[in-house]
C-alpha cells in the first residue's frame, strides 16, 4: 500500500514523526522543495532555508532563466 502525507518536517511533531518511521524500519520519501517550486508557489510552503537558497541565487545573478532553477 502507498500512502501520501503532508508532514511539516520543521514542526516537533512533524520531527517527532519521522524519527519514529525510521524506528520503525518504514521506507518514506521526503520531497524537498527546488528553488523554483518556491518561486512559484508550487507544492508545500518552502521552508526559511528553500526561500534563502532562491533568493542568495537571484541576488548572486546567477539565474538567467527560470528554467537553470
Request: charged residues 30%.
Amino acid at each position: 500500500m502507498q500512502l501520501q502525507i503532508n508532514i511539516d518536517e520543521s514542526s516537533e511533531k512533524g520531527k517527532h514523526l519521522l524519527s519514529l518511521l525510521k524506528e520503525l524500519k518504514i521506507d518514506f520519501k521526503a520531497n524537498s522543495i527546488s528553488p523554483k517550486d518556491a518561486a512559484f508557489g508550487i507544492g508545500r510552503a518552502a521552508t526559511n532555508e528553500e526561500l534563502d537558497e532562491y533568493i542568495q541565487r537571484c541576488m548572486a545573478g546567477t539565474i538567467t532563466d527560470i528554467d537553470d532553477l
